[in-house]
């Protein structure tokens, strides 16, 4: 599939502004960003839900721009599942085919086929307001399969789920792209699931793409600081690129001296030092010229993981993440005086624009 300069324009304001992206045949791709940032309506624009103001859809090297959504042969699940209320399962799930005019025997086989493939075998005959949440996702993706589309396309079809039941239909939906090798497309605002679920992951804010990458690509190497700050927890130091005898540093609103890596920027100026909170180590031994004195001002304990809020001087503050086990976490308390290090592989550095840019 490919997205060609795609732009979708309302009045003078542009929801989609000029996306280019390349999707492989069997590829995971999940369009991330904030409410607002143009994923659904890239979406809508693929299942022909919505027209573009210009550019271009291929799927399969056809150009689908300009078709109706019932020519483009795509499966879809939208966030609230839009399953028909007076319908079994069954005939949920056959109602793709029937408009299609597939003979009955075909579509009972079909049928009983995809809802072996979601795991709901035996519920055939209820309807779907006797389903879970986690039940009628299934359906609705069963539905969407049961023609054998190209290309599936998901809408934020876990919202609607608890925690526990939408973190397991991530690892489902994941092994069921394995076992089909389709292709999907999903939108989603929610990092973790991007994690997850995705081969690949396209940042998206204000209507253009920011960054497309494997997860590991974004989360590790961020290109910008809005990436760094979306995609997981990040900490954030401000101050002034500087150089000096040793070498370039930043040297932080509230005083510290930071070295800075080879790969970072080297022009003086405002800049911000990027670090994961789980990089960061807590009165360890191991570390060396990267270590700070700090304060501990609060501990939030989340049951796996404790988050250590440390103050290194007035004006600096970092979050330091370490896994609940046994020594590993540090015996301290809330206004303990500690040392933070980190490893300068971990620093990723970001120049600011000017103030009258």
């Known amino acids: 599939m490919q997205l060609l300069g795609l732009t979708k324009q309302y009045g003078a304001f542009r929801a989609v502004d000029d996306v280019f992206i390349d999707?492989?045949?069997?590829?995971?791709?999940?369009?991330?960003?904030?409410?607002?940032?143009?994923?659904?309506?890239?979406?809508?624009?693929?299942a022909g839900l919505t027209v573009p103001s210009s550019g271009a859809?291929?799927?399969?090297?056809?150009?689908?721009?300009?078709?109706?959504?019932?020519?483009?042969?795509?499966?879809?699940?939208?966030?609230?599942?839009?399953?028909?209320?007076?319908?079994?399962?069954?005939?949920?799930?056959?109602?793709?085919?029937?408009?299609?005019?597939?003979p009955e025997a075909e579509i009972h086989r079909k049928v009983a086929e995809v809802l072996d493939l979601v795991r709901l075998p035996n519920i055939a005959a209820r309807a779907p307001r006797e389903l879970s949440g986690g039940?009628?996702?299934?359906?609705?993706?069963?539905?969407?399969?049961?023609?054998?589309?190209?290309?599936?396309?998901?809408?934020e079809p876990l919202s609607a789920l608890d925690k526990k039941l939408r973190e397991h239909m991530q690892l489902e939906i994941r092994e069921l792209h394995r076992n089909l090798g389709i292709t999907i497309v999903n939108v989603t605002h929610d990092q973790s699931e991007a994690l997850i679920m995705s081969d690949r992951v396209v940042v998206m804010r204000d209507g253009r793409v920011v960054q497309c990458g494997s997860p590991s690509d974004l989360y590790e190497r961020p290109q910008c600081s809005f990436v760094a700050d979306f995609l997981g927890t990040s900490n954030f130091l401000r101050g002034e690129l500087r150089e000096d005898a040793a070498g370039w540093r930043l040297v932080t609103a509230g005083g510290a001296h930071c070295r800075v890596p080879d790969v970072a920027p080297r022009c003086s100026g405002r800049a911000r030092l990027m670090l994961r909170p789980e990089r960061i180590a807590l009165n360890a031994a191991t570390f060396t010229r990267e270590r700070f004195p700090g304060?501990?001002?609060?501990?939030?304990?989340?049951?796996?993981?404790?988050?250590?809020?440390?103050?290194?001087?007035?004006?600096?503050?970092?979050?330091?993440?370490?896994?609940n086990k046994p020594g590993h976490v540090p015996q301290a308390?809330?206004?303990?005086?500690?040392?933070?290090?980190w490893n300068l592989e971990d620093v990723r550095v970001f120049v600011e624009p000017a103030a009258d840019e």
């Open 23 to 46: 999707i492989a045949a069997g590829e995971f791709v999940t369009l991330l960003g904030p409410s607002g940032s143009g994923k659904t309506t890239v979406l809508m624009m693929i």
């Open 57 to 102: 859809i291929a799927i399969g090297g056809r150009d689908v721009t300009h078709l109706r959504p019932q020519h483009r042969n795509l499966g879809v699940v939208f966030q609230s599942y839009a399953l028909f209320p007076h319908l079994t399962v069954a005939e949920n799930i056959a109602f793709p085919l029937r408009m299609r005019r597939k």
């Open 135 to 155: 039940q009628q996702q299934r359906v609705a993706v069963a539905r969407a399969l049961v023609f054998d589309p190209p290309v599936l396309l998901l809408d």
């Open 295 to 323: 304060r501990i001002e609060r501990i939030a304990y989340t049951g796996d993981l404790l988050r250590y809020r440390v103050a290194l001087n007035e004006k600096d503050l970092i979050e330091v993440t370490l896994q």
């Open 333 to 341: 308390s809330a206004g303990d005086e500690v040392t933070v290090g």
